[in-house]
């Protein structure tokens, strides 16, 4: 029996177009199932649940869900203000999730629950009355999207209107029956007590009582007659039908009597028709063998017709063959001739290097002579020998001067390339066009097209080209925040497809074809949003891997689609990845021909960062945790793997990471252990990059320009205090530089990308690279513009 609490008011009615409920619902489902499930304003189960997506909330653990009517009203009559926090506009979504759990509820008839709510109400009255039982009541038990064609159609609680509505009765049909019928049995009742004694006050007391409801019993009878006169007629109509189904009988028995002769008249007809039917079942056979027959040749003939056709289709592919041989031929014609060309240029190139090493050591010549003269004058001043002897002293002074320059200096590190960024660096573009906080950049060349790629808050992918500063194409088939973006190789290299994959908070990652404008493919297995994505430096790019609120880490197949493993080790969000750069040093952009047999064969990982403070290294083969690193005191945002030419000792054995506890770190996977902290940041460090900047001696230099490995040493780090720090990998001093950002804008910076410039002129380039404005970093603020320096 449903449980009311004493001095509850009767309930009337019960709504299916607002929240349902709660008790209602509660008859048929435990309480703890449905704490989840209740409107945060109402505090009833949510009908057309919502789920809160503002961003202030990400820190949530739990849906924020609201029934749909009662958000429509609050923030009409709140000016678009979120229910949670007092903020706005108000985002949301809808909580598919919860619709179908709500839906799928299972509940008892609403009218049968009032019913017994206002029962139980009204239970304690008086001492000594018992409350009476419904005699009408519906056993209809079932779902919530059930329950409307329930109480349209079969609900046998339906509300009727009287019949005596006209009178003044207002109650509905069935209750108002049977209250007559029990007054009047209990009439009859006192009929039969005083009938022999006091027949005439009988017959007042009858009469009285008829009077009394006489619009009633006279209705009453009319209609008690009318049945008796359908019951007569039905039990006129059985009687006909058991006439009828006793001349059918005897029917039957005379069809049966003439069916038996005819059995006994075809017995004798087969007797004498049994020596013709012998042999008219050999002639059948004989049909049959010849059908069979015939129909073999028909098959042989088919198959013979099906062969002569699989025979001019592989002409016709010899055909298609030997014409795709001849363009391959022509192409390596061309190819051969673009080579020699390469040939050509290079040797242009080799010469041109030559001529700026003697140009280089022209300069330091003239800076050793012009030292020379500097110190035989501070000499000449300070000593007043002979001329002889300050000719001896001067010969010392430049030999010294010789080992002063030499490479055994480390204070003397000019950082011609850093330095020369730091000295240069400025704003040079910016691209407008999100209309919400940008969260993801990505850069790669396409056809000799310098294009970057963008995920907004605004559920928007964008595309630019960096030498116009112009978007070039959009997509919005997002239904939440874009949270990465990412170009990818493997279409390019093997379909000559320009593809950008993306990840949101919808759930999805979705494949786009930005140069025919569509989308590819859709992956929609994770259950939270998706925080970050990395295509393998393997294979061409063919695997991805993707990190989710749901607590996984999962490795898909670009080719097929499928998820081939899931990572489960976190006890949080994870909100950023990063897979093992290729494990050889390889000059010739291999990157797209370097396939190895089995994913991971040769031992490459990945890194993930968790809202649980830890860095985590997965063996892709084994799909096995390797190792925890744990220093990190809040969030990590953004890992980095080292390349194989990082400064650092252990290349690919470095992580790089940065965290929302304001710091960058440095970790060896080979020791397990932290090597490298560098603080400074006054807020959340949201990205980190390996810069292509070198710090490196003077005699290093020409080294470098001959072709000698580019050693990075400098790591970059961007934050929410609107600052970016260069930070020199081989001590944790203080930072080497500061780009600083306007602190009055309301957000810092979220994700930052280096570029490398493409220049015609090999001269230019060249001076560029030893001045370090050969790169630009590309980074991206909050307030929906991204920018480039």
Known sequence: MLQVEEKVKNLTTLSLEGCYNKDWVATSTKQNKLASLQCLLCKQIANNAM??????HDDYKDALIVGEQCLIKYLNENNNQCPIGKHGPCSCMKGRTVRNIVSKLKVI?????????????NEQTKE??????????????????????????????????????????????????????????????KIKQNQLDEPNTIVILVFFCFKKENKYIDCNFEETKQLKLKIKEQGDEIQLLKLNSANKNTQIEALLKQKQQW?????????????????????????????????????????????KKQMQNKDNEINKLKHDIQLKDKQIIDKDESIQQMERDIEMIYDGQEKRQLFCYKQFIQLLEEKNLQLTQDSQILSGKSNDQNEVEEQKQSSNQDNSLSPTSEETNLTLNFDGFCSSSKLLSTFIGHTAAVRSIDYSIFDDDQLICSGSQDHI????DINTNKQIQSFNGHSGSVYCVKFSSYYYYNYQRNVICSSSADKTIRFWDFKYNQQLKILNEHTGWIDSIEFSSFNGGRYLCSGSSDRTIRLWDVETSKSLHIFNEHTDCVCCVDISPLQSDNNNNDNKSNKIGVIGGNGYTICSGSYDCTIRIWDIETTKQLIIFKGHENTVHSVKYGLNKSGMNGGTNIILSGSWDKSVRLWDIRSGKQIQVFNGHRNRVMSVEYSPFIIRNNS??????????????????GSWDNT?????IRSNKEELYIINRDENEENGINCLKFLSLKKKDNMKRLFEIVCGTFYIYCLCHLNKNLETF
């Open 700 to 717: 290093n230099i020409f080294n470098w320009i001959r072709g000698s490995n580019c050693e990075s040493n400098v790591i970059c780090s």
């Open 109 to 121: 008839c609403p009218r049968q629950f009032i019913n017994y709510f206002n029962q139980k109400a």
């Open 263 to 307: 059995d006994e008249k075809k017995k004798l007809q087969n007797h004498f028709q049994q020596e013709p039917l012998k042999y008219c079942t050999d002639c059948e056979l004989l049909k049959r063998e010849l059908n069979e027959k015939e129909k073999e040749l028909n098959n042989h003939n088919t198959e013979i017709d099906q062969l």
């Open 724 to 728: 970016i720090r260069f930070w020199d």
């Open 51 to 56: 789920e809160l997506t503002c961003d202030e």
């Open 461 to 464: 992918v964008h595309v630019w």
């Open 128 to 189: 000594g009355e018992m409350a009476t039982e419904f005699k009408h009541i519906c056993k209809f038990k079932g779902k919530i999207e059930e329950m409307k064609e329930h109480l349209e159609n079969s609900c046998s609680l339906k509300l009727l209107e009287c019949k005596y509505k006209e009178f003044g009765c207002d109650d509905i049909l069935f209750k108002h029956l049977d209250l007559l019928l029990d007054h009047i049995a209990i009439l009859q009742n």
